[in-house]
T-cell receptor
Framework: AQSVTQLGSHVSVSEGALVLLRCNYS??????LFWYVQYPNQGLQLLLK??????LVKGINGFEAEFKKSETSFHLTKPSAHMSDAAEYFC????????????FGKGTKLTVNP | AAGVIQSPRHLIKEKRETATLKCYPI?????VYWYQQGPGQDPQFLIS???????DKGSIPDRFSAQQFSDYHSELNMSSLELGDSALYFC??????????FGPGTRLTVT
């Protein structure tokens, strides 16, 4: 069985500061990992994904994440936060590139202060 | 670019009533997934279909059923609604062995 743990249900940063959202996974087989963003009353938008190959993946809106097998982590970062980044972020995993069900973490709500 | 379409976007029903949610996947996507997101919760997988056949089943109550039709759209039927069924229901679609794209969701309120 797979599971995803997101450390910190709420993260608050100042505009222009580094964004770091933490995600750890547990999987008995090589996982495929995703970050989704959800704005209020909207659907889930894919930010980035890791399937195989390069462990540092770049996504939309300046976000990137690094797959670290030894640490079973897939933390999401952005060098400089923007007010428009305020949203809820979900880390998710599956076992076949997304064609199997996604298992989500509990989500991290990001607040960006002016 | 075409996105996943869900209808209706909002639905209000009373306890013990029935609801039908519809999902129209992105063209040429052959796999459809349904997720339920309760208030302040993470999305939970309900059921999925690949080429019109059920491919996986999660924590879907027996009161719920779903199917995928020949045009690949899918419907989630919910009967004997309970207050606890109030949630955001997402449909996602994907090409085979690729990432899932989510629709905007249907917000179901059971009163």
């Amino acid at each position: 069985a797979q599971s995803v743990t997101q450390l910190g249900s709420h993260v608050s940063v100042s505009e222009g500061a580094l964004v770091l959202l933490r995600c750890n996974y547990s999987s008995s087989v090589p996982p495929y990992l995703f970050w989704y963003v959800q704005y209020p009353n909207q659907g889930l938008q894919l930010l980035l994904k890791y399937t195989t190959g390069a462990t540092l993946v770049k996504g939309i809106n300046g976000f990137e994440a690094e797959f670290k097998k030894s640490e079973t982590s897939f933390h999401l970062t952005k060098p400089s936060a923007h007010m428009s980044d305020a949203a809820e972020y979900f880390c998710a995993c599956s076992t076949q590139g997304g064609s199997e069900k996604l298992v989500f973490g509990k989500g991290t709500k990001l607040t960006v202060n002016p | 670019a075409a996105g996943v379409i869900q209808s209706p976007r909002h639905l209000i029903k009373e306890k013990r009533e029935t609801a039908t949610l519809k999902c129209y996947p992105i063209p040429r996507h052959d796999t459809v997934y349904w997720y339920q997101q309760g208030p302040g919760q993470d999305p939970q997988f309900l059921i999925s279909f690949y080429e019109k056949m059920q491919s996986d089943k999660g924590s879907i109550p027996d009161r719920f059923s779903a199917q995928q039709f020949s045009d690949y759209h899918s419907e989630l039927n919910m009967s004997s609604l309970e207050l606890g069924d109030s949630a955001l229901y997402f449909c996602a679609s994907s090409p085979y062995l690729a990432e899932q794209y989510f629709g905007p969701g249907t917000r179901l309120t059971v009163t």
